[in-house]
């Protein structure tokens, strides 16, 4: 039996997309913190050391612009003219960055001063610009574009619904969480994957990222309801009535409803895709549905409210409707 047949023709067009790996750092420890506004603790202490670290770079910037100016000064050869522009150059480069450190200038430290986290929440999108000797990493959330490291890219998901936790004149991320995912499309998933599909290439990246985020939906619905179930459990334990009773009535998932009527009718729906056929129970115990082309048999079981069918490798569980 294939009830996932047109889920698994529909995992075919799904862009596929890597989950959030096991070792991601999002979202930190400092989430509470982040949602009340906040830097916590620990986040301000390693800000803290990236503002000195950046005044520190700019004081040895500013030292070096300065010296060149004197080396100019005393040193160089050609047109005054041309030399005395290099040395004001200089002069005005050093003492720029000389007062950014002093006076603590820099977007981070700015940031550090008025303490406030912002944030931001929509579809998430992911794009990398390669360079000569390395690639420019971005995230893409709304309307807004963040530039982030490689460890930050490869840690968030590329699909879905996130809130981002920012500072907002250096726009340095401090923490993402993922959020529910958009609902269901109402009509047919294949009819609505489609357009869905389309927009995912859409030049407006906010539009290709929602649409996206609903294919992450469907997705995600799909692979929670094909988790595997645990082992069949022993004779005793399973419902005492023979299958082809004891499955008459309605069972759902979360993503497929379907409905065995005692007369050896079945209706089954996808969200907004339903289907009609006939189901049996042959000799052996098993259960044939013809649901979609390509009938099979599958091991099936009741326990409780949950009946489990089993077949070609996969495992889906459904609970009984009141």
């Not at 040895?60 to 004001?88: C, E, M, N, Q």
């Not at 390395?134 to 574009?145: A, K, N």
């Not at 529910?180 to 290709?208: D, F, T, V």
């Not at 993503?255 to 000799?283: M, Q, Y």
Request: hydrophobic share 40%; with cysteine.
């Amino acid at each position: 039996m294939r009830l996932d047949a047109a889920a698994v023709r529909l995992e075919n067009r799904l862009q596929r997309r890597k989950a959030m790996p096991s070792n991601t750092s999002y979202p930190l420890d400092g989430l509470d913190a982040n949602r009340r506004g906040e830097l916590s603790d620990s986040q301000l202490r390693g800000f803290r050391g990236l503002s000195r670290s950046n005044r520190r770079s700019n004081l040895s910037s500013a030292a070096f612009f300065l010296a060149g100016a004197g080396l100019i000064g005393v040193f160089a050869t050609g047109p005054a003219g041309t030399r005395a522009i290099l040395t004001v150059i200089c002069l005005a480069l050093g003492l720029f960055l000389a007062l950014r450190s002093i006076a603590g200038l820099d977007a981070v430290t700015r940031d550090l001063r008025r303490g406030r986290v912002d944030s931001i929440e929509g579809a998430i999108g992911k794009g990398r610009v390669p360079g000569r000797t390395r690639s420019s990493y971005f995230l893409e959330v709304g309307d807004r574009r963040f530039k982030v490291g490689s460890t930050t890219y490869r840690a968030v998901p590329d699909a879905g619904i996130v809130r981002v936790y920012f500072l907002p004149r250096s726009r340095t991320i401090v923490n993402l969480e993922r959020l529910a995912n958009p609902p269901l499309p109402n009509e047919p998933i294949m009819e609505a994957l489609g357009p869905l599909g389309a927009l995912s290439r859409s030049h407006n990246r906010r539009e290709a990222n929602e649409a996206r985020a609903r294919i992450a939906s469907v997705t995600d619905a799909w692979e929670a309801m094909r988790a595997q179930a645990p082992s069949a459990p022993p004779p005793d334990a399973r419902d005492p009535r023979p299958l082809n009773e004891a499955i008459v009535g309605t069972w759902n998932n979360g993503l497929i409803n379907v409905t065995f009527l005692a007369d050896g009718r079945v209706t089954a729906r996808i969200p907004g895709n339903p289907r009609e056929g006939h189901w049996s129970v042959d000799g052996a115990g098993r259960l044939h549905v013809d649901l979609f082309p390509g009938e099979s048999a599958a091991d099936a079981w009741i326990a409780g409210d949950t009946l489990t069918i089993a077949a070609e490798g996969d495992v889906l569980t459904f609970r009984r409707e009141a």
